[in-house]
């Protein structure tokens, strides 16, 4: 299915729909982004600004539909009965990067927004090894903050301190972090204080990482995404040219 910005396509990955971005100048490296979104289900395919962005550096891009699965390791009925959205990511997901464009880790950038920041932080801390570039926008870093408001959540997790096990600030291991990671958030966000002890533990750990907690722009909201966009996107490119010298 087409979309409104030339270049992107929804279709079916793994049993699952995904909106797909193909530049008309692709990087000469093969360079991928992988961008999961928030509790709202929007993605980068209808969005003008990062789509600017992804041309201009030649960013091929997939956004998988994860509906309100929190992007874990956990099974989340909503999104599927058996298989985890991690499962999924890198078992179906990223095998059909590698058969469409040649792209295989490191070279898939992690990009994710608000539910998708936590979740792409996640992906990163599990497997910094396969994914060591990844930026994050207003991450839900508390997110068992919203166990028991009737969301999926209660059904990933028994309870709200599992949840809390789960977050990403526990998954985080002093020895063993991607190498590269951008965090932003607008100190307006009610997630900001969250990511802020996120970006403290970091500092703490002795773990480098550039970040953005400054700038006010509209709060949680499309509005400082976009605004972001383009030191994002450009991040991601140039942390995965550095990453490709390494080999």
Same mark, same amino acid.
């Given at each position: 299915? $087409? ?6 396509? @929804? ?15 692709? #990087? ?17 395919? /209808?969005? $003008?600004?990062?789509?600017?962005e ?6 091929? !891009?997939?956004?998988p539909? =994860? ?8 099974? !989340? ?31 898939? =950038? ?8 936590? =979740? ?24 068992h ?8 959540l209660?059904?990933?997790y ?22 590269? @990671? ?5 100190? /307006? ?6 990511a ?17 907690? #400054? ?28 990453? #490709?010298?390494?080999?």
């Open positions: 299915m $087409p979309a409104a910005n030339p270049g992107w396509n @929804q279709i079916e990955i793994g049993g699952k729909l995904a909106d797909v971005f193909e530049p008309r100048t692709p #990087s000469p490296h093969n360079f991928a982004v992988l961008f999961l979104h928030g509790h709202g289900k929007i993605t980068l395919r /209808d969005n $003008p600004v990062f789509t600017a992804l041309e201009r550096h030649g960013l091929r !891009c997939v956004c539909h =994860g509906k309100r699965s929190w992007w874990g390791d956990r099974v !989340c009925r909503e999104f599927d009965a058996e298989i985890t959205p991690i499962r999924y990511l890198r078992e179906r997901l990223v095998p059909w990067v590698a058969d469409r464009w040649g792209t295989q880790p490191p070279g898939i =950038g992690l990009l994710g927004v608000s539910m998708g920041g936590q =979740g792409v932080l996640k992906l990163a801390y599990g497997y910094p090894k396969e994914f060591p570039v990844v930026a994050s926008l207003a991450p839900t870093v508390d997110f903050l919203w166990y028991g408001l009737g969301l999926p209660d059904e990933i028994p309870d709200q301190e599992a949840a809390r096990q789960d977050t990403i600030t526990l998954w985080l291991h002093p020895l063993n972090w991607p190498r590269h @990671q951008f965090l932003a958030c607008d100190p /307006d966000d009610d997630w900001f204080d969250s802020d002890r996120l970006a403290s533990k970091l500092s703490s750990s002795g773990i480098p990482y550039e970040y953005e907690l #400054s700038i006010r722009r509209g709060g949680h909201s499309w509005d400082y995404f976009n605004h972001l966009a383009p030191r994002v996107v450009r991040f991601l490119a140039e942390r995965l040219a550095q990453e #490709s010298r390494r080999f």
